[in-house]
């Protein structure tokens, strides 16, 4: 019982009471406002003293958790994992990738795209509009 006595395990406890009786407080005062006609009141009625039981759940469990030191239940200690002899995350192994030579002529269509965004990038204050190839291509 003495790991329920530290002091992060005091204000946990305090934190507890004070949300349980905190939301205990607001069921009550959802009940006194539905009982004046206020029918959206009894679903929050409801839901707030819920809220306060699965504080008091998860203070269980985690109270529970922490007197069995740490295990899962029914988990026996179990003996460290082997230490690895070669390191566990290695350094990425960087290669060149040989390009692919474009088999066939070139896509004329693709070509103008190129010529369009190499202008675009060397003219970067400009409008598309102002560029001058697209005479060229509405000639062809």
């Known amino acids: 019982m003495r790991r329920l006595c530290t002091p992060a395990w005091i204000v946990r406890h305090v934190l507890t009471v004070a949300l349980v009786v905190g939301f ?3 069921g009550w005062w959802q009940i006194s406002r539905a009982l004046n006609g206020n029918a959206l009141s009894w679903a929050y009625a409801v839901e707030w003293p819920i ?33 690895p002899t ?23 269509a693709l ?18 509009a102002d560029y001058p190839g697209l005479g060229r291509q509405q000639e062809g």
């Open 111 to 128: 070509a103008e795209y190129n010529h369009y965004l190499a202008w675009l990038n060397a003219n970067p204050g400009a409008r598309p």
């Open 24 to 26: 205990l407080a607001l």
């Open 51 to 83: 809220f306060a039981g699965f504080v008091v759940f998860l203070w269980v469990r985690e109270a529970r958790y922490t007197l069995r030191g740490g295990r899962p239940p029914g988990a026996e200690p179990a003996a460290p994992p082997p230490r």
């Open 86 to 108: 070669t390191p566990g995350v290695r350094r990425p192994v960087r290669t060149a990738r040989p390009r692919l030579a474009a088999v066939g002529p070139e896509d004329p």
